[in-house]
């Protein structure tokens, strides 16, 4: 079959895509930005990309004619606090005409299980795209999920820093709600089998895992499974903005992430029954399990996608393909360089800069400024990155968006989501005569960039000489 695979970049979408193509299919990626698509060659070269956005004007000839199914796998949750829904929404029907101009059979939509009369406006949004495409020329089908539990997935990361950094958590009574956690193993294999069952086609369906738990239970068995105890006190006074700022400060979540979710974790989310997992003949896996097989995938260094490399993780919600171009004039400069005695084993250790490794020196003082980031609504150095070793484009690397990953001309460039009075490139570059060129660039929004740039002038001048010389010299 020929598949139209939309949200490909996105957490569920880099997992579906394999498991279609290990299935023989044909499939067609639509993306935003194709330089983001964030696959090796060898997948590359069995895929056709296309360049689509759903919020934009609809085009004629942007997606292939002979599509025969295609996987609605977009949402805007993370991108606003007050107009998200009406985003999904213009997107649902940018993806209806599209279809119109397909010969489209089947489209299977991932949603949130909505079983209550009250929804969070997460959940109406999610429902109201659902009852969009059913207005569409094709057959629809919907799976809705709870919280999906996976190396990267955005519920799992929550969960994994409250309990890692907080053995002892005073908590809003939402925790005490319950819901049905899914593996992420156990979506893919719903998504991958409702695809071409005519049985399925004009229905929605509740999935879940084995488990029907509390929040806070989660958090007791997430413990459990890693071996430690944590002790949670659950209080009635908490606000849900209070929650929200609970969850931005102590977790990697951005704050417009954690203010909806906090909107939809007062509501409970379990599955009305198991229809779909017994006509498809699945088995799911218990919660423990499916943390479990997301820790093999970590601790294998085999994470294929984290929603922290989205763009709504951090503060910029633009094409960043405008600042590639690193500006020359106007801006203010640190330039360091240095002789390399193995360009080679040097590139690999740029390759492998930030989250676990850091960043060669200082990394007190770069935490310190991830704080205060922090504290002052920005992303922090929370985000980490997803693989130690490989970077891609788009990809997030702890304050930093990666906007250029070239290996093979030995560059790398990324670009700040810190909150600054201005904007800042890092750059990485080992020329033909293998000099490393580390060059920090300051474009200052008026006197007060001005201001801030010279204010840490003296950091730079330890901070960036250190980087540069142990990226030369480091060892595994």
């Given amino acids: 079959m020929k598949i139209l695979l939309t949200g490909a970049n996105g957490y569920i979408g880099m997992r579906l895509l394999p498991r279609l193509l290990d299935l023989g299919h044909e499939v067609v990626c639509a993306v935003r930005d194709q330089k983001r698509l964030s696959v090796d060659e060898d997948i590359l070269s069995r895929i056709e990309v296309v360049e689509v956005d759903f919020l934009k004007e ?37 993806f209806n005409a599209y279809m119109e101009q397909c010969e489209v059979e089947q489209v299977i939509y991932l949603s949130g299980i909505v079983n209550e009369e009250e929804l969070s406006k997460h959940l109406k949004s999610r429902k109201n795209v659902e009852n969009i495409l059913y207005q569409g020329s094709f057959h629809l089908t919907v799976l809705r999920a709870g919280i999906i539990v996976g190396s990267g997935s955005s519920s799992f990361e929550i969960i994994r820093d409250l309990c890692e950094k907080l053995p002892v958590m005073i908590t809003p009574k939402w925790v005490l709600t319950r819901t049905q956690p899914i593996g992420i193993r156990d979506v893919i294999n719903f998504l991958s089998g409702v695809l071409g069952r005519k049985d399925t086609y004009d229905n929605s369906f509740d999935i879940g895992g084995k488990d029907i738990l509390t929040y806070k239970e989660m958090l007791h068995q997430y413990a459990k499974a890693r071996g430690f105890k944590n002790w949670i006190l659950t209080v009635p006074v908490m606000t849900p ?161 990666v906007l250029l990953a070239d290996k093979e001309g030995k560059r790398l460039l990324l670009f700040a989501e810190m909150r600054l009075p201005g904007e800042a490139w890092l750059e990485f570059r080992i020329d033909k005569d293998d000099i490393l060129h580390q060059t920090a660039t300051f474009r200052p929004k008026g006197l007060r960039g001005r201001l801030y740039w010279y204010s840490i002038v003296p950091f730079h001048y330890f901070i960036f000489g250190g980087m540069i010389r142990n990226i030369a010299k480091a060892k595994d």
Avoid at 254 to 277: C, G, I, P, T
């Fill in 241 to 401: 903005k209070l929650s929200s700022y609970w969850l931005y400060f102590v977790t990697s979540t951005s704050y417009k992430l954690a203010v909806n979710l906090v909107d939809s974790m007062k509501m409970e989310v379990v599955a009305r029954d198991n229809q779909l997992q017994e006509l498809l003949d699945l088995e799911t896996h218990t919660y423990m399990e499916a943390i479990d097989m997301a820790f093999k995938k970590i601790e294998q260094n085999l994470v294929i996608s984290s929603w922290k490399d989205s763009m709504v993780s951090g503060r910029f919600q633009k094409n960043l393909e405008k600042y590639i171009q690193v500006p020359k004039y106007g801006v203010l400069k640190d330039e360091q360089k240095l002789k390399v005695d193995d360009a080679d084993r040097v590139l690999e250790n740029i390759w492998k800069i930030g989250g676990e490794q850091g960043w060669y020196y200082g990394n007190w003082l770069w935490k310190i400024r991830g704080f205060i980031d922090k504290l002052t609504g920005g992303v922090g150095l929370r985000r980490g990155r997803t693989h130690p070793d490989k970077i891609y484009p788009g990809d997030s690397l702890d304050f930093w968006r």
């Fill in 58 to 94: 609809v085009k004629a000839d942007l997606i292939p004619k002979d599509i025969d199914a295609a996987y609605y796998l977009i949402h805007s949750m993370s991108s606003s606090t007050q107009d998200f829904d009406e985003k999904e929404a213009l997107s649902a029907e940018s």
